[in-house]
């Protein structure tokens, strides 16, 4: 245990958590792990024992905003009353989309962290990627099994919404565009994808 009397864990949190303040304050690229041990008290080796640089720092504040955002969207698919499937899916992409556009404009050096480890493809964004995909899959296949939208690969379903609305919520397409109340236009988009799936 450190001499801070934190555990291993708390203190990597703290970490996180002291990242995520000093980009607010200083930007993204001028944080570094010496004024993060300087501020938490802790030598810089200590930090090293949880990230091997700045890079991994950053990767560990943008995993633990998309395990939020994962943790977020699970809510669309747990909920399984008949007939409304096809609203979950709207709204699905909906606060996806919110998701960004709030992280944009409220903590635009958060998001630039989350945009460097995104364009270099991570594990963890990776993962989040597949996570997407199987939420998307269950609110697809409920949709299918209550009769909504006809019997086809769900797969495919998933491929042509995710690749259809994707200047929605991928990084860089959202930022270029924050200034913009473009969620009336997703919906229209979203309604005409459906309607082209309907039975």
């Given at each position: 245990m450190p001499r801070t009397g934190l555990t291993s864990e708390q203190l990597k949190?703290?970490?996180?958590?002291?990242?995520?303040?000093?980009?607010?304050?200083?930007?993204?690229?001028?944080?570094?792990?010496s004024d993060i041990a300087k501020?938490?008290?802790?030598?810089?080796?200590?930090?090293?024992?949880?990230?091997?640089?700045?890079?991994?720092l950053f990767d560990a504040v943008s995993q633990r905003w998309l395990a939020q955002v994962d943790s977020e969207q699970e809510a669309f698919c747990?909920?399984?009353?008949?007939?409304?499937?096809?609203?979950?899916l709207v709204q699905w992409f909906?606060?996806?989309?919110?998701?960004?556009?709030?992280?944009?404009?409220?903590?635009?050096?958060l998001f630039k962290a989350?945009?460097?480890?995104?364009?270099?493809?991570?594990?963890?964004v990776k993962k989040h990627m597949a996570t997407m995909h199987r939420q998307l899959s269950t609110i697809v296949?409920?949709?299918?099994?209550?009769?909504l939208i006809k019997k086809q690969n769900v797969d495919a379903v998933v491929a042509l919404l995710f690749e259809a609305t994707i200047g929605?919520?991928?990084?860089?397409?959202?930022?270029?565009s924050v200034d913009e109340?473009?969620?009336?236009?997703?919906?229209?988009?979203?309604?005409?994808?459906i309607d082209g799936l309907r039975v």
């Open positions: 949190d703290k970490a996180i958590d002291c990242a995520i303040a000093q980009m607010q304050v200083v930007g993204f690229s001028r944080v570094t792990l501020s938490l008290g802790v030598s810089h080796a200590a930090l090293y024992g949880h990230f091997a640089d700045k890079a991994a747990t909920e399984k009353k008949s007939g409304d499937a096809l609203k979950r909906i606060q996806l989309h919110r998701m960004k556009v709030q992280k944009v404009k409220h903590e635009p050096e989350f945009n460097y480890s995104a364009q270099a493809e991570k594990p963890f296949s409920q949709a299918i099994d209550s009769g929605f919520h991928h990084p860089a397409l959202v930022a270029t109340n473009r969620e009336p236009m997703l919906r229209k988009l979203l309604d005409t994808l």
